[in-house]
């Protein structure tokens, strides 16, 4: 009989291999592709006092911009959270002709390039153009060259964040709960204001949140169709751009921290609320 | 079993319209249909459809030539290249990545995987400012790369870099749900049963997740083919040297050469489509796959 | 082979699975480790296993310290809960895994690999889906075929996480036989997880109760079901009816009544759990009595060999639950109509101090 031994825990607590190669691997890779480059960009800014760096984001020409990025995303955000909503409910729930293709397109705007979006969409709503034809020529309204463009563009590479983040809730959503609802006297409306909306609160949440993220940045699809006006229709990643291109790199890193820090605010708001949802369907996201 | 919702997945349309407690009046089902379809032709399909239209408005000749064009074809070759390169290097990290999370408990594994996702929150256009401020002219290796006479920014490495930085996540995003549904056990049963670390990953982990490599692989590449801001900032667009497919659909674009400009596009369009045929297809094939399963044992218990 | 396992603790952050747990498995025995879930025991199989480490303590499998060798060389079968078989591998190729995974050396050659594959799947009585694939299997299908692959690379051991615990209940019974009689020809010294005290006590030759990351009884299904060591041990076999008392000279004081019990080794004035199964219960029609635990009848229900009573206390048991089985004839004799008051008389009264926990 041998004496007990005292075993060390092991970190990983598993006998599968590769625990230190996959972390060393991981670690070594993220840092260098990812965190070391954002770190750059806030290490520049520490080049600017606090009241240096105030002053640089608060530009008329900036404060224009974060007005119209920040203002056209939450717009078209809200938009695709109702259309989106819409759209994910009738490919769910409704069968007609021509489903699958247009299940397969709505994943169009992250698989097509987003130059390519923006100078068909800058195409399509000017003033020659098949919708722009209508909107101008008809209806008065001038798309193509104006905020209201930022707008479009901005629809258009947002929708696939809501619809997709809904879809597999729906699909999952029991019949029974809808079929108790309605033995206990719920008319369809009440049916799905009290049972079904509160499930797809968490997801529909999260689909905004990921469209406004997304809008936020954008940058390809947008500039084509902004026709970029100083005061205008200037989006702030465009402002970014100019500032790099007049050598200011200062100017264009206090941008980017500006934006920077807003993109993290909305990736552990994205996180905290797809935790939410799934803790409220049960299912892992 | 989980996977119990799938199959209820294939009977859904049908389930639920011959439901009455699940359907809605005519009028309204129509009005939904009607809406939603007319966004989706506004938003989604005449763009599309656009950019085919307008290659095609001259004919086929001036198409062809604008295809064939040896600045078209050079940026073709660069962007393959960028995304050769850029795709299997994250390939490597999404499978040791997703190995790494969902095959091992560690502290800081929530926070690691939230640091994954961080390209996703990053606008393109900063993506090239940051590899500007570390290799360009003015920033941190700038002066120790010209002493050297090597080039980043305005040259193929930055372009690599900010592509690999802009597809980081894609396939990892990918593996690690995967990986995590699919447990343990199977690795532990491998392990018990004498297979290393190797055999384990080659017979039995890397088939289970096949359909999710090529998935993640698809969407990787085609934004590594397709994209435009982060690329834009740190090509310097060098006609020819180093400019991708959508920064030469640009430069057609702004010189109004719409035709040529929407020719290129077009072939950036198609692989779009590609993608996503490839893409419904994968999603159809796994899960078939899983369907599989509960059905046999709803037979047979 | 014998396993011994001593010592052995293992904590999941503030959560103590196993406390100084040691154990001895005697070479070719079937033994069930059985306890509510979270009592350790399939913590424990792991660790065996050489799936999980212990925090410490040691695994000794046939005298020799195994914990620091690696699952791969501890020689072990083990099957698991949901089997864990390849989805992707035919049954052939499932079984044929561990030989295939050997060392190129030590590598058996196809021909004998496919003989070996056949002679197990003929062990299992499976070897005509041989060419299909696990999802095309029923549950009890996949469980002889997961277990078939363990024995394929001739573990010392086999052990079974819930073997029994993913099927339903008909399917569970037949298979609980066809593992005990494979058991008896292959006398492989195996030990299985679980939470079902009907299929240990069928199935195993010994059983080891486990609480809390303890072991509470260790016995043979007729020690731990007739002699249970621990008012724990008896409240997780078998149905039982509990009373909270006070030993006194007249017996065993219930609240103002008193019933009598064999006991002799409490003082007077311990407080003690006093436990009787519902056949260890009599019924006392007589409204004279003066013995005995006041209650009021509210079900019969006589179907099968026997008959059980439902009671609910009254006077000072009032709020107790009592359930008691007599014979069919007893029932008729009584004749208890729904309300009628009664009093509990044990026969048999099983007495654990109070301060023991439990």
Same mark, same amino acid.
């Given at each position: 009989?041998?004496?007990?031994?005292?075993?060390?825990?092991?970190?990983?607590?598993?006998?599968?291999?590769?625990?230190?190669?996959?972390?060393?691997?991981?670690?070594?890779?993220?840092?260098?592709?990812?965190?070391?480059?954002?770190?750059?960009?806030?290490?520049?800014?520490?080049?600017?006092?606090?009241?240096?760096?105030?002053?640089?984001?608060?530009?008329?020409?900036?404060?224009?911009?974060?007005?119209?990025?920040?203002?056209?995303?939450?717009?078209?955000?809200?938009?695709?959270?109702?259309?989106?909503?819409?759209?994910?409910?009738?490919?769910?729930?409704?069968?007609?002709?021509?489903?699958?293709?247009?299940?397969?397109?709505?994943?169009?705007?992250?698989?097509?390039?987003?130059?390519?979006?923006?100078?068909?969409?800058?195409?399509?709503?000017?003033?020659?153009?098949?919708?722009?034809?209508?909107?101008?020529?008809?209806?008065?309204?001038?798309?193509?060259?104006?905020?209201?463009?930022?707008?479009?563009?901005?629809?258009?590479?947002?929708?696939?964040?809501?619809?997709?983040?809904?879809?597999?809730?729906?699909?999952?959503?029991?019949?029974?709960?809808?079929?108790?609802?309605?033995?206990?006297?719920?008319?369809?409306?009440?049916?799905?204001?009290?049972?079904?909306?509160?499930?797809?609160?968490?997801?529909?949440?999260?689909?905004?949140?990921?469209?406004?993220?997304?809008?936020?940045?954008?940058?390809?699809?947008?500039?084509?169709?902004?026709?970029?006006?100083?005061?205008?229709?200037?989006?702030?990643?465009?402002?970014?751009?100019?500032?790099?291109?007049?050598?200011?790199?200062?100017?264009?890193?206090?941008?980017?921290?500006?934006?920077?820090?807003?993109?993290?605010?909305?990736?552990?708001?994205?996180?905290?609320?797809?935790?939410?949802?799934?803790?409220?369907?049960?299912?892992?996201? | 079993?989980?996977?119990?919702?799938?199959?209820?997945?294939?009977?859904?349309?049908?389930?639920?319209?011959?439901?009455?407690?699940?359907?809605?009046?005519?009028?309204?089902?129509?009005?939904?249909?009607?809406?939603?379809?007319?966004?989706?032709?506004?938003?989604?399909?005449?763009?599309?459809?656009?950019?085919?239209?307008?290659?095609?408005?001259?004919?086929?000749?001036?198409?062809?030539?604008?295809?064939?064009?040896?600045?078209?074809?050079?940026?073709?070759?660069?962007?393959?290249?960028?995304?050769?390169?850029?795709?299997?290097?994250?390939?490597?990290?999404?499978?040791?990545?997703?190995?790494?999370?969902?095959?091992?408990?560690?502290?800081?594994?929530?926070?690691?995987?939230?640091?994954?996702?961080?390209?996703?929150?990053?606008?393109?256009?900063?993506?090239?400012?940051?590899?500007?401020? /570390?290799?360009?002219?003015?920033?941190?290796?700038?002066?120790?790369?010209?002493?050297?006479?090597?080039? *980043?920014?305005?040259?193929?490495?930055?372009?690599?870099?900010?592509?690999?930085?802009?597809?980081?996540?894609?396939?990892?995003?990918?593996?690690?749900?995967?990986?995590?549904?699919?447990?343990?056990?199977?690795?532990?049963?491998?392990?018990?049963?004498?297979?290393?670390?190797?055999?384990?990953?080659?017979?039995?982990?890397?088939?289970? /997740?096949?359909?999710?490599?090529?998935?993640?692989?698809?969407?990787?590449?085609?934004?590594?083919?397709?994209?435009?801001?982060?690329?834009?900032?740190?090509?310097?667009?060098?006609?020819?040297?180093?400019?991708?497919?959508?920064?030469?659909?640009? /430069?057609?674009?702004?010189?109004?050469?719409?035709?040529?400009?929407?020719?290129?596009?077009?072939?950036?369009?198609?692989?779009?489509? *590609?993608?996503?045929? /490839?893409?419904?297809?994968?999603?159809?094939?796994?899960?078939?796959?899983?369907?599989?399963?509960?059905?046999?044992?709803?037979?047979?218990? | 082979?014998?396993?011994?396992?001593?010592?052995?603790?293992?904590?999941?952050?503030?959560?103590?699975?196993?406390?100084?747990?040691?154990?001895?498995?005697?070479?070719?025995?079937?033994?069930?480790?059985?306890?509510?879930?979270?009592?350790?025991?399939?913590?424990?199989?792991?660790?065996?296993?050489?799936?999980?480490?212990?925090?410490?303590?040691?695994?000794?499998?046939?005298?020799?310290?195994?914990?620091?060798?690696?699952?791969?060389?501890?020689?072990?079968?083990?099957?698991?809960?949901?089997?864990?078989?390849?989805?992707?591998?035919?049954?052939?190729?499932?079984?044929?895994?561990?030989?295939?995974?050997?060392?190129?050396?030590?590598?058996?050659?196809?021909?004998?690999?496919?003989?070996?594959?056949?002679?197990?799947?003929?062990?299992?009585?499976?070897?005509?889906?041989?060419?299909?694939?696990?999802?095309?299997?029923?549950?009890?299908?996949?469980?002889?075929?997961?277990?078939?692959?363990?024995?394929?690379?001739?573990?010392?051991?086999?052990?079974?996480?819930?073997?029994?615990?993913?099927? &339903? $209940?008909?399917?569970?019974?037949?298979?609980?036989?066809?593992?005990?009689?494979?058991?008896?020809?292959?006398?492989?010294?195996?030990?299985?997880?679980?939470?079902?005290?009907?299929?240990?006590?069928?199935? $195993? &030759?010994?059983?080891?109760?486990?609480?809390?990351?303890?072991?509470?009884?260790?016995?043979?299904?007729?020690?731990?079901?007739?002699?249970? $060591?621990?008012?724990?041990?008896?409240?997780?076999?078998?149905?039982?009816?509990?009373?909270?008392?006070?030993?006194?000279?007249?017996?065993?004081?219930?609240?103002?009544?008193?019933?009598?019990?064999?006991?002799?080794?409490?003082?007077?004035?311990?407080?003690?759990?006093?436990? $009787?199964?519902?056949?260890?219960?009599?019924?006392?029609?007589?409204?004279?009595?003066?013995?005995?635990?006041?209650?009021?009848?509210?079900?019969?229900?006589?179907?099968?060999?026997?008959?059980?009573?439902?009671?609910?206390?009254?006077?000072?048991?009032?709020?107790?639950?009592?359930?008691?089985?007599?014979?069919?004839?007893?029932?008729?004799?009584?004749?208890?109509?729904?309300?009628?008051?009664?009093?509990?008389?044990?026969?048999?009264?099983?007495?654990?101090?109070?301060?023991?926990?439990?």
């Amino acid at each position: 009989m041998s004496l007990p031994v005292s075993i060390p825990s092991s970190r990983a607590r598993s006998v599968l291999p590769g625990f230190n190669l996959t972390l060393g691997y991981t670690l070594v890779y993220l840092s260098l592709i990812v965190l070391l480059p954002v770190a750059a960009v806030f290490l520049r800014t520490a080049d600017l006092s606090f009241a240096e760096f105030l002053a640089v984001i608060s530009k008329p020409a900036l404060v224009a911009s974060y007005k119209l990025s920040f203002g056209a995303s939450l717009l078209a955000a809200s938009i695709n959270a109702v259309f989106g909503l819409l759209l994910a409910w009738a490919l769910v729930r409704y069968s007609f002709p021509g489903k699958k293709i247009v299940d397969a397109l709505v994943d169009l705007p992250f698989a097509l390039p987003t130059a390519v979006a923006g100078i068909s969409l800058a195409t399509l709503y000017s003033k020659n153009g098949w919708l722009g034809a209508f909107f101008e020529g008809v209806l008065g309204i001038k798309i193509a060259f104006t905020p209201l463009g930022v707008l479009v563009a901005l629809v258009f590479i947002g929708l696939p964040f809501v619809v997709r983040t809904l879809q597999p809730i729906l699909e999952d959503l029991e019949t029974e709960l809808e079929e108790a609802a309605a033995s206990l006297g719920a008319s369809r409306w009440q049916t799905f204001v009290h049972v079904v909306l509160p499930v797809l609160t968490p997801a529909l949440l999260t689909g905004f949140a990921l469209a406004f993220a997304r809008a936020v940045g954008e940058y390809g699809s947008v500039i084509f169709i902004a026709g970029n006006i100083p005061l205008v229709s200037e989006i702030t990643p465009l402002l970014i751009i100019t500032r790099l291109e007049q050598y200011d790199y200062t100017g264009a890193t206090a941008i980017a921290v500006v934006m920077l820090v807003f993109s993290f605010v909305m990736l552990l708001l994205i996180n905290g609320l797809q935790s939410w949802s799934a803790r409220r369907t049960g299912r892992t996201l | 079993m989980s996977t119990t919702a799938n199959t209820a997945h294939l009977r859904h349309q049908t389930r639920f319209e011959r439901n009455a407690a699940t359907r809605e009046p005519r009028w309204i089902k129509w009005s939904i249909l009607g809406l939603s379809l007319g966004f989706f032709l506004l938003f989604i399909f005449m763009p599309l459809l656009a950019v085919f239209f307008e290659a095609l408005r001259k004919g086929w000749s001036p198409y062809l030539h604008a295809i064939i064009a040896p600045d078209a074809l050079s940026a073709l070759r660069l962007t393959l290249t960028i995304a050769l390169v850029a795709v299997p290097l994250n390939l490597v990290f999404g499978v040791a990545a997703a190995w790494l999370i969902a095959k091992f408990d560690f502290r800081g594994k929530q926070l690691l995987t939230t640091l994954i996702d961080i390209p996703f929150s990053v606008s393109p256009v900063i993506v090239g400012l940051m590899y500007v401020l /570390i290799f360009g002219a003015n920033g941190w290796l700038g002066a120790w790369l010209q002493a050297h006479n090597l080039h *980043v920014i305005f040259a193929l490495p930055g372009m690599l870099l900010a592509t690999t930085f802009v597809t980081f996540p894609f396939i990892a995003r990918e593996l690690i749900p995967l990986m995590q549904a699919q447990g343990r056990e199977e690795e532990e049963a491998a392990v018990v049963l004498g297979a290393n670390g190797w055999q384990v990953f080659w017979h039995v982990t890397l088939p289970n /997740i096949l359909w999710g490599v090529i998935y993640g692989v698809i969407l990787a590449n085609a934004r590594a083919m397709g994209e435009f801001g982060a690329v834009s900032v740190v090509s310097g667009k060098l006609r020819g040297l180093t400019t991708t497919l959508p920064l030469h659909v640009e /430069i057609l674009y702004n010189e109004y050469n719409f035709a040529a400009a929407f020719a290129v596009a077009s072939l950036l369009a198609l692989l779009a489509l *590609v993608t996503l045929a /490839i893409k419904s297809w994968v999603e159809h094939h796994s899960a078939a796959q899983q369907i599989n399963a509960p059905l046999s044992m709803e037979k047979t218990s | 082979m014998s396993i011994q396992v001593s010592n052995i603790s293992k904590r999941f952050g503030n959560f103590v699975a196993l406390d100084k747990v040691s154990l001895d498995f005697p070479s070719g025995e079937l033994v069930a480790l059985l306890g509510p879930s979270g009592c350790g025991k399939t913590t424990l199989l792991r660790i065996i296993a050489g799936l999980e480490q212990a925090d410490s303590g040691s695994v000794i499998l046939e005298g020799e310290d195994a914990s620091s060798t690696h699952v791969r060389e501890r020689q072990v079968g083990f099957v698991f809960q949901h089997y864990a078989l390849f989805k992707h591998m035919t049954v052939f190729e499932n079984v044929a895994f561990g030989l295939r995974m050997k060392p190129r050396g030590q590598r058996p050659s196809d021909s004998v690999i496919a003989d070996k594959v056949h002679q197990l799947l003929n062990l299992v009585q499976l070897d005509w889906l041989a060419d299909r694939f696990p999802a095309q299997l029923s549950g009890g299908q996949r469980q002889r075929i997961a277990l078939a692959r363990a024995l394929a690379v001739e573990p010392r051991v086999l052990l079974l996480d819930e073997p029994f615990g993913a099927l &339903d $209940a008909k399917v569970r019974k037949e298979l609980r036989r066809w593992l005990r009689k494979l058991h008896d020809e292959l006398h492989i010294t195996s030990i299985f997880v679980t939470h079902d005290q009907e299929e240990a006590l069928e199935v $195993a &030759d010994r059983i080891v109760l486990m609480d809390h990351g303890h072991v509470e009884q260790v016995g043979t299904p007729e020690q731990v079901y007739n002699q249970p $060591a621990t008012p724990f041990v008896y409240g997780f076999l078998g149905s039982v009816n509990l009373f909270h008392g006070r030993v006194d000279e007249g017996g065993l004081k219930v609240g103002d009544a008193t019933v009598p019990h064999q006991q002799s080794n409490f003082a007077n004035g311990a407080e003690v759990f006093a436990f $009787a199964r519902p056949h260890e219960l009599d019924i006392v029609t007589d409204p004279a009595a003066t013995k005995g635990l006041g209650a009021k009848v509210v079900r019969v229900l006589s179907f099968g060999v026997s008959s059980k009573v439902e009671l609910d206390g009254s006077g000072s048991a009032t709020g107790q639950h009592f359930e008691v089985e007599l014979s069919q004839q007893e029932v008729q004799k009584l004749a208890l109509q729904p309300g009628q008051l009664v009093r509990l008389l044990p026969s048999r009264l099983k007495l654990f101090e109070r301060t023991h926990a439990g």
